[in-house]
């Protein structure tokens, strides 16, 4: 199975060492949104997304290159993020739904903390400092093998 990943990380680049393990897991290209164009996803038969969530869901640079896509009949996808805190399943809606209006399956969600200091929170000099860890790229491996292995199973 052919797989990209697709993430757009700024600030401290937590998401792209995210990215960057599960895709180790894969074998998958691993693009920045600004590196690849929405149709070359075509080429793949798996397809990851994710970023930092901002304002209570996805880079908004993530989502326009998801509202982009063609569709994506018969292709699977799986949504992953780093957050400093709050609900993954309320984050995730929003791009959950743009891959659901591109006729995409939508085969699993992964999420872990990693280091806020955004608005409010540099006061305390952020939150989860030192995260994603050891732990969360661990973690995200594990997600990766579990997708591996439901896939081809």
Not at 63 to 71: G, I, T, Y
Request: glycine letters at 6%; aromatic letters at 12%.
């Amino acid at each position: 199975m052919k797989a990209l990943i697709v993430y757009h990380s700024i600030y401290y680049h937590n998401t792209e060492k995210i990215a960057l393990a599960i895709g180790d897991v894969l074998s998958a290209a691993v693009k920045r949104c600004d590196q690849i164009q929405p149709d070359e996803a075509m080429a793949y038969d798996l397809i990851g997304l994710g970023s930092g969530i901002y304002f209570s869901q996805h880079h908004k640079k993530l989502l326009s290159w998801v509202d982009a896509l063609p569709p994506l009949m018969n292709k699977k996808a799986f949504i992953f993020s780093t957050r400093g805190a709050g609900p993954v399943w309320w984050y995730h809606r929003s791009l959950r739904q743009k891959l659901v209006r591109h006729e995409c399956e939508i085969v699993a969600e992964f999420s872990c903390k990693a280091f806020d200091s955004f608005g409010i929170l540099q006061w305390w000099g952020g939150i989860n400092k030192g995260r994603p860890d050891e732990s969360d790229l661990h973690r995200s491996k594990v997600f990766a093998r579990s997708l591996t292995q439901s896939l081809y199973t």
